[in-house]
């Protein structure tokens, strides 16, 4: 998505005399045109309206310009409602000589900045001057606003969070206001009519036009991303875009396949999530998961692939040749060449009441989207693993105070060790051992959680607002079930792992064993996280998904 340009300044002028407001427009425009957007209104009420509107796009007026002698509603009028929407603009009021005491007092109880006689001929001496110099001073204490997506919700709302998460990781700049803490968010909510607090979250795009509940697929049309692919063949289908998609992607599309890559969320997979990856070859101060991802993106895009999120496949089948992939949506991809590279999904705890609480402080994953909102509070992280140690670090830097439950004695067993000793050298990062979350409480949003000792079976409830999760990987591979051979888990198996005391695969019809990181059917592939018995590394995943594409180009040279 483009970055949007720096909208001009607004400058308003307002009169019922339709050739004074054209003159007014004119002398507006000749003087400050190149710098400012000149608007012009033909009442009160329309003016307001027109700042509504420039309200909910968030865009900057510098001058209002009013006649005071208007029906239904006097200059000063609007400027005592205008003021409500735009409190430092600039405000002048025209005047003939008999309202000139009505000018004056203006400036005693609306605070307008001067008033101006009709008629204002010439400008260059009884107009710019004047507006010069407030200009001058109106400019000297603007700051540009923010002028991407806004997205308006409650902080304890799964809708709220699912719109923040996806944006977020995809990259996507935008601006959080909490309606329950913003008053400006209040305002935005009332002038899009969605009164209704039930029907957030509301996004505001910078173009003025805004969605009430988006899906995610609605927001990746409004803001680019494509869904739907140009064309209904490709030598090579990728699904999944984690790190071993994405390094499939660039080394296939490089080497003259063409490529198209189907996500369900966002490029980056779990580690495009991570806050903080110091271990990989390469960036001695480390990178986030997302700057990986990003840098991973352009460069596919660069060569030509087609990245289609968020998209999901449903189903594959066989004919000849061809891996036909089905989309989510009904619709269908051909390819010789298929890719598994989907990662894992963490494993959800069970206990009661959880799932309703999900996105309302019970999170998976979800550290960089959430952490600001838990400024000065206390975090909890289940799981011992180098994603939650990451969280943690991550969460340190706003939190009040940062609890990591892990079941075992330590966190040597499951943790990398750089980060171990970053978390012992962080003093508001604590560690529970033997320690396992067993109850959730709230109605709304999570109140509370119970925490047992897994050793003495003693068991405290304590006041929590923010769990976050990341406890084991689990595939997401039932939609390719009777495909490929799984193990009990649904972690796919290929190469030697298919192999039956020498025997290849039933249904196996090539008079070669599979490729190393060939499923059981011919031509499908498999790489990262999602492959049985896969190392669970950023940099193996890359790997990984290189790798394959020289055995894709084997497969191909044969088809």
Same mark, same amino acid.
């Given at each position: ?5 720096l909208?001009?300044p607004?400058l ?5 005399d339709?050739?004074?407001?054209r ?25 307001l309206?027109?700042?509504?509107k ?13 006649? %005071? ?30 309202d ?23 400008p ?5 001057p ?18 991407g997506?806004?997205?308006?919700g ?20 935008? @601006?959080?206001?909490d ?14 009519e969605?009164?209704?607090? @039930? ?14 509940q988006?899906?995610?697929? %609605?927001?990746a ?14 030598d ?26 189907i ?28 700057d ?7 460069q ?19 004919e ?7 989309l989510?949506?009904?619709s269908?991809?051909?390819c ?35 952490a ?5 509070e ?6 011992g693993?180098?994603?939650s140690? @990451? ?9 009040r105070?940062v ?13 990398s @060790? ?10 508001n ?8 979350v ?22 405290q409830?304590v006041?929590a ?7 084991g ?9 009777g ?6 888990q649904?972690?796919?198996?290929s190469?030697p ?15 070669r064993d599979?490729?190393?990181l060939?499923?059981s ?5 498999v ?7 896969s190392v ?15 055995f894709i ?7």
């Open positions: 998505m483009a970055n949007p340009v909208a001009k607004v308003l002028t307002i009169d019922d339709p050739e004074v407001l003159s007014v427009e004119r002398d507006l425009r000749t003087e400050y045109g190149t710098r400012f957007r000149v608007l012009r209104a033909d009442s009160g009420a329309t003016a309206k027109v700042l509504q420039l309200k909910l796009r968030n865009l900057p007026v510098a001058l209002l310009l009013v006649d %005071q002698r208007m029906p239904q509603m006097s200059g000063v009028e609007f400027l005592e409602q205008a003021m409500e929407l735009f409190s430092d603009a600039k405000q002048v009021l025209l005047t003939a000589y008999a000139t005491d009505a000018a004056i007092r203006a400036i005693n109880t609306v605070k307008i900045d001067y008033y101006l006689l009709k008629p204002w001929d010439p260059e001496e009884r107009l710019y004047v507006l010069n110099d407030l200009l001058d001073d109106w400019l000297s204490s603007f700051r540009p606003p923010f002028t997506i806004r997205v308006i409650n902080r304890w709302s799964p809708k709220s969070h699912q719109t923040k998460d996806f944006l977020g990781r995809n990259q996507v700049p935008y @601006q959080w206001l309606i329950e803490t913003d008053e400006e968010a209040r305002r935005l909510v009332t002038y899009a969605c009164d209704n607090m @039930q029907h957030l979250p509301l996004v505001l795009f910078p173009d003025g036009s805004r969605l009430i988006p899906t995610n697929v %609605q927001i049309e409004k803001i680019g991303l494509r869904t739907q692919a140009e064309r209904p063949f490709y090579l289908v990728i699904v999944g875009a984690g790190p071993a998609g994405l390094a499939a992607a660039v080394y296939g599309a490089s080497e003259g396949l063409s490529t198209v890559m996500e369900r969320e966002a490029p980056g997979g779990q580690a495009g999530s991570s806050s903080r990856i110091e271990n990989y070859l390469g960036f001695p101060v480390g990178l986030s998961g997302g990986l991802a990003r840098r991973a993106v352009a596919a895009k660069r060569f030509g692939v087609e990245i289609l999120t968020p998209q999901e496949a449903t189903g594959v089948r066989v000849g040749p061809y891996r036909i992939v089905t989510a949506d009904g269908e991809i051909s010789h060449a298929l890719m598994i590279a989907i990662g894992v999904t963490w494993r959800k705890l069970n206990m009661p009441g959880i799932e309703r609480l999900t996105g309302a402080g019970v999170y998976y994953d979800a550290a960089q989207t959430e600001i909102a838990c400024s000065g206390e975090v909890y992280i289940v799981g693993a180098n994603s140690g @990451q969280a943690a670090m991550y969460f340190s830097k706003y939190a105070k609890t990591i439950l892990v079941r075992g004695d330590s966190l040597a067993k499951s943790m @060790q750089y980060l171990i000793e970053q978390i012992s050298a962080t003093d990062i604590i560690v529970k051992v033997h320690s396992s067993v109850e959730v409480k709230g109605e709304t949003s999570l109140e509370a959680i119970a925490i047992a000792n897994i050793v003495t079976g003693e068991k409830t006041p607002t923010s769990l976050f999760i990341f406890i990987a689990l595939p997401r591979t039932d939609w390719l079930d495909v490929v051979e799984r193990d009990e649904g972690f796919i198996l190469g792992d298919l192999m039956r005391e020498r025997r290849c695969p039933r249904g196996w019809f090539l008079d599979p490729f190393l060939e499923t059917v011919p031509g499908i592939f790489a990262g996280d999602v492959r049985y018995g669970k590394r950023v940099a193996s995943g890359v790997g990984e998904g290189a790798i394959a594409v020289q180009h084997q497969y191909l040279s044969k088809v």
